[in-house]
């Protein structure tokens, strides 16, 4: 499956941004779905993950509360909603697919978009 994140850009702390990944190439709903995110000098951090059908979600919980995951699967997408951004918040945001049930490591998404660049000024 190819992933196609977009959505970010340079907003001011305290706004919302909504990241969109659109997939195609394989059967969207036989995967779920996560995003990561990775700052300057930092490794690549969970952030939210969500079933194949979209019924389960798993946050981690300190964005839990800012952060929401969803997906629609008519139309290929998996979102994540943020608000009341942070200046740390601050990173490359990637979408990823995997085959199995809600995972929350790295290592177990076998497919991965580009990255979204999230900028958060103070």
């Known amino acids: 499956v190819q992933l196609q994140a977009s959505g970010g850009g340079l907003v001011q702390a305290g706004d919302s941004l909504r990241l969109s990944c659109a997939a195609s190439?394989?059967?969207?709903?036989?995967?779920?779905m996560a995003w990561f995110r990775q700052a300057p000098g930092k490794e690549r951090e969970f952030v939210a993950s969500i079933s194949d059908t979209g019924t389960d979600t798993f946050h981690t919980d300190s964005m839990k509360g800012r952060f929401t995951i969803s997906r629609d699967n008519a139309k290929n997408t998996v979102y994540l909603q943020m608000n009341s951004l942070k200046p740390e918040d601050t990173a490359v945001y990637y979408c990823a697919a995997s085959r199995s049930w809600l995972p929350t490591r790295a290592y177990q998404y076998a497919y991965w978009g580009q990255g979204t660049l999230v900028t958060v000024s103070s």
């Open positions: 190439g394989r059967t969207f709903g036989d995967y779920s």
